[in-house]
């Protein structure tokens, strides 16, 4: 009973698109928290990359514009051994730039990569749509 | 019982504004102020569109033109959401009728190109760009819509096309083209040239499935294959700008897994031109390929922008992603042959 009452509470499997928010930190601010809240989900950082070569060309005011990458050490390792497609997707990552006062997040649901024929997969791609969101749920949160 | 929703949205049941911070803000700002999409709190768009356009557009996005269809969300959810974006401009929007205008379809198309087409496009395409800012200097409140959008089309009636020509739309770009000097049934005429982007002969597309991952097998050794990866890259005027193993940051310096081998590669030409179009496409940039040996095979792989440019939802980029995929594949192919 226990089981079913709590399946009711889980998140759709349906893919949806991009995630995206908007905090109404600046960037600064909102890679810090981004970072933090990141690590507080038990995930490590491997990198951030700069998106900021020739964004002034492109006739944008800021370099503001990071790549966020990370994961868990033991989940890629598990992904890497066992479900190889994936490979070319991990570590997952978070873009993160400055809309005029404001940051967006964005970031690819990982239920777009669900295969059948790798189902057990499922659970770790759901796993990341889960964080990601709550990632995002508290980016949106903190002004 | 009616506690069985999803968890993001379990609190936001029926609850407009939490639905709307959930799904709308990130693009329309979080009080309606726009950024990416349109500025739903502009007085004047909101007394311009009903309800109903709201709900659909809702409903139906805008096919190729960022505006996703929000085909998930439950009626109840979708009137909540509409219901909180008309609490910005208190007031009772515009009601129109269903009543087709079947004007002069030849006359309205010259005036179409004579009066509309420098904005909203030759053919009914829109403005260029998404919208987003990032702080760039944005010249224009709102993007030219592109009237030919068959989510647009099915959203806004003919009387409602017809009273923003009458009437412009203050705080934007459209002006009153009664105000211009063109009669009523110049008007009609041109409202009728733009029902005429409906295309009701066009059958649907059938979606080739398209795998999210380009994969080839080499011949050759591990080390081999990023050698050639690494000439067949520079080969296509790319720039090899890391290479690294997959897992490296997350574990211990020494520690990493060798077989595992991603090499980013950049052409700053392509880099500029890919986030003029959409800058959330920095989300699947630098370039990458990656190279592992697994259970005794070495395969190349990278992301396959096909797939990927299906999640933007903008037919620009994927003008380019169409351009990126032939790179990847020429790349891969080579370093593999």
Same mark, same amino acid.
């Given at each position: 009973?226990?089981?079913?009452?709590?399946?009711?509470?889980?998140?759709?499997?349906?893919?949806?698109?991009?995630?995206?928010?908007?905090?109404?930190?600046?960037?600064?601010?909102?890679?810090?928290?981004?970072?933090?809240?990141?690590?507080?989900?038990?995930?490590?950082?491997?990198?951030?990359?700069?998106?900021?070569?020739?964004?002034?060309?492109?006739?944008?005011?800021?370099?503001?514009?990071?790549?966020?990458?990370?994961?868990?050490?033991?989940?890629?390792?598990?992904?890497?051994?066992?479900?190889?497609?994936?490979?070319?997707?991990?570590?997952?990552?978070?873009?993160?730039?400055?809309?005029?006062?404001?940051?967006?997040?964005?970031?690819?649901?990982?239920?777009?990569?669900?295969?059948?024929?790798?189902?057990?997969?499922?659970?770790?791609?759901?796993?990341?749509?889960?964080?990601?969101?709550?990632?995002?749920?508290?980016?949106?949160?903190?002004? | 019982?009616?506690?069985?929703?999803?968890?993001?949205?379990?609190?936001?049941?029926?609850?407009?504004?939490?639905?709307?911070?959930?799904?709308?803000?990130?693009?329309?700002?979080?009080?309606?102020?726009?950024?990416?999409?349109?500025?739903?709190?502009?007085?004047?768009?909101?007394?311009?569109?009903?309800?109903?356009?709201?709900?659909?557009?809702?409903?139906?996005?805008?096919?190729?033109?960022?505006?996703?269809?929000?085909?998930?969300?439950?009626?109840?959810?979708?009137?909540?959401?509409?219901?909180?974006?008309?609490?910005?401009?208190?007031?009772?929007?515009?009601?129109?009728?269903?009543?087709?205008?079947?004007?002069?379809?030849?006359?309205?198309?010259?005036?179409?190109?004579?009066?509309?087409?420098?904005?909203?496009?030759?053919?009914?395409?829109?403005?260029?760009?998404?919208?987003?800012?990032?702080?760039?200097?944005?010249?224009?409140?709102?993007?030219?819509?592109?009237?030919?959008?068959?989510?647009?089309?099915?959203?806004?009636?003919?009387?409602?096309?017809?009273?923003?020509?009458?009437?412009?739309?203050?705080?934007?770009?459209?002006?009153? @083209?009664?105000? /211009? $000097? #063109?009669?009523? =049934?110049?008007?009609? *005429?041109?409202?009728?040239?733009?029902?005429? !982007?409906? &295309?009701?002969?066009?059958?649907?597309?059938?979606?080739?499935?398209?795998?999210?991952?380009?994969?080839?097998?080499?011949?050759?050794?591990?080390?081999?294959?990023?050698?050639?990866?690494?000439?067949?890259?520079?080969?296509?005027?790319?720039?090899?700008?890391?290479?690294? @193993?997959?897992? /490296? $940051? #997350?574990?211990? =310096?020494?520690?990493? *897994?060798?077989?595992?081998?991603?090499?980013? !590669?950049? &052409?700053?030409?392509?880099?500029?031109?890919?986030?003029?179009?959409?800058?959330?496409?920095?989300?699947?940039?630098?370039?990458?390929?990656?190279?592992?040996?697994?259970?005794?095979?070495?395969?190349?792989?990278?992301?396959?922008?096909?797939?990927?440019?299906?999640?933007?939802?903008?037919?620009?980029?994927?003008?380019?992603?169409?351009?990126?995929?032939?790179?990847?594949?020429?790349?891969?192919?080579?370093?593999?042959?």
């Amino acid at each position: 009973m226990f089981g079913i009452f709590l399946a009711l509470f889980t998140a759709p499997s349906y893919a949806e698109e991009l995630l995206m928010v908007r905090t109404k930190q600046n960037f600064p601010e909102a890679m810090l928290k981004l970072q933090d809240t990141i690590r507080d989900h038990h995930y490590s950082i491997s990198r951030v990359q700069r998106i900021d070569i020739g964004l002034t060309k492109s006739g944008y005011e800021t370099d503001k514009y990071r790549i966020v990458f990370f994961a868990d050490k033991k989940e890629v390792s598990v992904i890497a051994n066992n479900y190889p497609h994936l490979i070319p997707h991990i570590p997952w990552k978070i873009a993160i730039f400055a809309e005029q006062q404001d940051t967006l997040l964005v970031s690819a649901d990982p239920m777009q990569f669900s295969d059948k024929k790798h189902s057990g997969a499922d659970k770790y791609l759901l796993k990341w749509k889960k964080d990601l969101k709550k990632i995002f749920n508290e980016m949106r949160k903190s002004n | 019982m009616a506690l069985f929703l999803n968890s993001t949205n379990l609190y936001a049941k029926n609850n407009g504004e939490q639905l709307y911070t959930n799904n709308c803000s990130a693009c329309h700002g979080a009080n309606g102020d726009g950024g990416v999409g349109v500025p739903l709190a502009l007085p004047d768009f909101q007394y311009g569109v009903t309800n109903d356009y709201l709900e659909k557009t809702i409903r139906l996005g805008r096919p190729g033109r960022v505006m996703p269809a929000f085909t998930e969300l439950t009626n109840a959810e979708v009137k909540a959401i509409v219901k909180h974006i008309r609490s910005w401009a208190p007031g009772k929007p515009f009601k129109y009728s269903d009543k087709k205008i079947n004007g002069n379809q030849k006359h309205g198309r010259q005036l179409y190109i004579k009066n509309c087409a420098a904005c909203h496009g030759s053919k009914g395409e829109g403005g260029q760009g998404t919208g987003v800012t990032m702080s760039r200097p944005r010249d224009l409140p709102i993007i030219a819509p592109a009237l030919n959008n068959p989510g647009f089309l099915a959203s806004a009636p003919d009387m409602m096309i017809k009273t923003v020509l009458m009437n412009g739309r203050e705080g934007t770009p459209m002006l009153s @083209y009664l105000k /211009q $000097g #063109l009669s009523e =049934k110049d008007i009609d *005429d041109i409202v009728s040239y733009v029902r005429s !982007f409906e &295309n009701p002969q066009q059958t649907t597309k059938t979606e080739e499935k398209i795998s999210p991952t380009i994969t080839y097998e080499s011949p050759f050794s591990l080390e081999e294959t990023v050698a050639s990866l690494k000439r067949a890259i520079i080969g296509k005027n790319f720039k090899i700008i890391r290479e690294q @193993y997959v897992n /490296q $940051g #997350l574990v211990d =310096k020494g520690q990493e *897994d060798k077989n595992q081998v991603i090499v980013y !590669f950049c &052409n700053f030409n392509f880099l500029n031109r890919a986030l003029a179009i959409d800058p959330r496409v920095g989300l699947f940039l630098p370039c990458r390929v990656t190279v592992v040996e697994h259970k005794g095979k070495v395969i190349v792989m990278s992301s396959n922008p096909l797939y990927m440019s299906n999640l933007f939802n903008n037919e620009n980029l994927h003008k380019l992603c169409e351009e990126m995929y032939q790179v990847y594949a020429d790349i891969i192919e080579e370093s593999t042959f």
